[in-house]
């Protein structure tokens, strides 16, 4: 029933996946009821970029005035602590705040390796949490003495990382219909890697059949860095190292024209717009619109936790609405337009061809329950789609992947959560240098 509206309807969820969806008074029998009286029930939204790690140096004050580059020298040396332990804690607590915010199905990409198996980490901590997730093998292989942003600690060869990037795929990926974890693999910018990198990486995604992912027209800085070092801008680089594919989603993809942007939509490759991340370190945001205009997909990204400093992928839908009618006036996008965005086409972005993102029956059984009956909704009675993104704060009374509530009555269903924050707070003290 893509694309319908049911006033008071109901859907049945059986098995992982969506059973039923009907009008009210058509209820099937079922073991076990969740109520949505006075909601409104939405897809579970799909973040479709981020760095969860980077909530261990959220609002780092030292970091906060600068643009992305100067922002990223600042912040490297302190990631560069980053262990297993970390990793693990980061992970589980960035993806129950995504729980929190709607979010039922996120990619992250995890660029920095100055320790061996932390993808892995991650994995452990979502498969804890129950969080369907998209990790992507980041890399970075130019370190400063060879031209790059960043310090040597967090850089690894190339030949290094294409060996993990194969053993993580062969351990973990799962490309069945309804999987809960699938690897892809991220170069995190061409101003921060070799091009070998780049070719070398998007050969082994068409070995192994999987995604790729990385950064594009992201900054000015990345502009000048591709003139300068390759005599290309980077959408001509990134066509010339063999990326501009359906098998690609970018981040950000800011700095750019309407051939460029026509260039993706000719390619299939889509686009993770996050413009509350880019904004905040003052470098715009894309235009949702423009996009759309010239074919390409586009799906939401929260991106980076010490950047836009929150994992709410609703608040950055809202961003995402205000943006856009910012720049292509007030009738160029609806609520509608961005749901669609944080749900079907964010889930064609991470490869998903299995309903995802949908109420349909046989989709995976993700699905919010968002409080409409509060204060912040008091009066809005003629479109609550509209009203749920213009209205708010809104929070899910219930949030459920494969049919599972992991937000249940405006509460994590997980165990251990405030310990979980107390471990946080002390490895995030400690990478920050600060006293204990």
């Known amino acids: 029933m893509d694309g319908d509206e049911i006033s008071g309807g109901w859907v049945a969820l059986s098995g992982g996946t969506v059973a039923g969806v009907g009008p009210p008074g058509s209820e099937p029998a079922a073991a076990r009821t969740l109520s949505a009286r006075g909601a409104l029930v939405t897809p579970g939204l799909v973040n479709t970029h981020h760095h969860i790690f980077q909530n261990l140096t959220r609002s780092y004050a030292p970091a906060t005035r600068y643009e992305l580059f100067d922002w990223l020298r600042t912040l490297f040396p302190l990631w560069a602590a980053l262990d297993e332990e970390a990793v693990e804690v980061s992970t589980w607590v960035g993806l129950a705040e995504l729980a929190l915010g709607g979010c039922t199905t996120t990619a992250d990409m995890l660029h920095i390796h100055p320790r061996p198996r932390l993808v892995d980490a991650q994995i452990r901590a979502a498969r804890e949490v129950g969080l369907r997730f998209h990790p992507t093998r980041g890399a970075l292989d130019l370190s400063e003495r060879d031209g790059g942003p960043a310090p040597v600690e967090v850089t690894q060869s190339v030949e290094e990382i294409l060996a993990d990037s194969e053993r993580l795929v062969r351990s973990y990926h799962d490309p069945a219909p309804g999987s809960m974890l699938r690897l ?253």
């Open 184 to 436: 892809a693999l991220a170069p995190a910018t061409q101003a921060g890697v070799s091009e070998r990198l780049m070719v070398e990486t998007a050969r082994l995604a068409e070995r192994l059949d999987v995604r790729l992912h990385t950064h594009l027209a992201e900054s000015r800085g990345e502009e000048e860095y591709c003139l300068e070092t390759f005599g290309r801008r980077p959408v001509d680089q990134f066509e010339h190292v063999g990326w501009g594919t359906a098998r690609t989603w970018v981040a950000h993809f800011i700095f750019t024209g309407p051939e460029e942007r026509e260039r993706l939509g000719r390619w299939g490759t889509a686009v993770a717009h996050c413009p509350g991340s880019t904004m905040m370190l003052g470098a715009g945001a894309a235009s949702l619109p423009a996009l759309r205009e010239a074919g390409v997909t586009v799906g939401l990204g929260c991106d980076g936790s010490a950047s836009t400093d929150h994992a709410s992928l609703w608040l950055e839908a809202r961003t995402a609405l205000a943006a856009a009618r910012e720049r292509g006036g007030p009738a160029a996008t609806t609520a509608r337009d961005i749901l669609r965005a944080a749900t079907v086409d964010a889930a064609a972005c991470l490869g998903r061809e299995d309903g995802l993102g949908s109420l349909r029956p046989g989709a995976p059984a993700d699905l919010v329950v968002w409080e409409l009956d509060e204060f912040a909704f008091a009066g809005a009675h003629t479109d609550l789609v509209e009203a749920w993104l213009r209205c708010g704060p809104v929070r899910p009374r219930h949030t459920l992947v494969q049919g599972r509530p992991l937000v249940e009555d405006g509460a994590l269903t997980l165990p251990g959560g405030r310990e979980m924050l107390t471990e946080h707070a002390r490895l995030a003290r400690r990478i920050q240098r600060l006293a204990t």
